[in-house]
């Protein structure tokens, strides 16, 4: 899907690590699984895949804003969890520009996993779970904007 752009690789300035490690993480928890719970409305999740989450806890960190996300799926629902799990089942860090790239389809995981640039941790078969449920997205094509010129 080429969009005439492209994310470049980048790291944001530690400066925004140190004050993002000062923030509530539960914001980015309810804003994740909000969006989450928007795609599988928009039928964007497959079902039948989404019943294999079931009490499954996942932390998704982005490394350079210091900001985390940690959700669960239980009852047909994303739900955010508060606390972040000491050994969630499975989680995610890399930079912002890695998680856009990958939002973009730019690059897949697969890519980003052996150039060091994302990290999964935790039960491999979830992982693979995820990475096909991902695969599988396909997103809807917004019409194009006009572009406007004075």
Known sequence: MNHGF???RFK???LIAAIGAQLP???HSLALA???NAATKLGLLREDSLALLEGRSFLV?????AGQASFTYRGGLFR????VPANPDLSFRANLSAFLQLLARQEDPDTLFFNRELSIVGD???GLLIKNMLDAVEWPQL??????RP
């Open 6 to 8: 492209s994310i470049p």
């Open 12 to 14: 944001l300035p530690g």
């Open 61 to 65: 960190e982005v490394a350079d804003v």
């Open 25 to 27: 993480q539960w914001p």
């Open 80 to 83: 955010p969890l508060f606390k």
């Open 34 to 36: 909000t969006a989450l």
């Open 124 to 126: 491999t078969e979830l």
């Open 143 to 148: 019409p194009r904007l006009p572009i406007l």
